[in-house]
């Protein structure tokens, strides 16, 4: 979004990674933050309130069209997987 100032959280995530990007993450895909295991659990879809937050109707399009929307994950404690 050139030009305008992005507060950390503004997308509403929890934490933020670099260098993964989507096209290289799968749905399983597990990785491990502190003494957490987090697996990849589905895309993340930005929905009508990030349009609100912006204040700008086009904004949901503009995300699905970057093609940079994101990933859910898992947060489960080390040493023990969710069923």
């Known amino acids: 979004m ?6 950390v959280g503004i997308f509403g995530e929890n934490f933020t990674t ?8 799968h749905l399983g895909d597990q990785f491990s933050t502190g003494s957490a295991e987090v697996p990849v ?3 993340r ?4 309130k990030l349009g609100l937050s912006f204040q700008a109707d086009n904004t949901v399009k503009r995300f699905l069209a970057n ?3 994101g990933f859910d994950v898992a947060v ?8």
């Open 2 to 7: 050139p030009g305008r100032e992005l507060a």
């Open 41 to 43: 659990t589905q895309p």
């Open 18 to 25: 670099d260098g993964l990007l989507e096209g290289a993450i």
């Open 45 to 48: 879809l930005p929905c009508y």
């Open 76 to 83: 489960n404690p080390r040493g023990r997987s969710r069923r």
């Open 67 to 69: 093609e940079r929307t």
